[in-house]
């Protein structure tokens, strides 16, 4: 008798695009770091605390993507980058890119569990 190959799971694969991004988006903070320093008027103790605390947060939710909250802690944390607006006005817009993708991500969920 052979034994069926279990089905593959979709949230194991969902949860692994919501790290990734997480783990880009922390990247793309951390590159901010010399534009913020040459073009947004210098890096100061807070927009320096501000940039490397949100890549750490950024990091850390990364291994947090289990649980069932995890999407909607990542769309809240998007509020915090966009309020980057106050660094420099690049880090507001690389919010809105992410709140988007994340927006876009949220609705994939919903479309996933609508077929589960």
Not at 51 to 74: H, P, T, Y
Not at 87 to 113: D, E, N, Q, S
């Amino acid at each position: 008798m052979t034994q069926q190959p279990d089905a593959p799971d979709p949230w194991r694969g969902f949860r692994g695009v919501m790290a990734a991004t997480l783990i880009l988006e922390a990247i793309t903070v951390l590159l901010a770091l010399p534009v913020v320093s040459v073009v947004g008027g210098g890096l100061t103790p807070f927009s320096l605390a501000y940039l490397l605390g949100l890549a750490l947060v950024l990091l850390l939710f990364a291994g947090i993507q289990g649980r069932s909250w995890a999407i909607w802690a990542n769309l809240a944390l998007q509020l915090v980058l966009v309020a980057g607006f106050v660094i420099y006005p690049g880090v507001g817009i690389m919010g809105l890119v992410f709140t988007a993708v994340w927006a876009l991500i949220a609705y994939f969920r919903a479309v996933v569990l609508r077929r589960s």
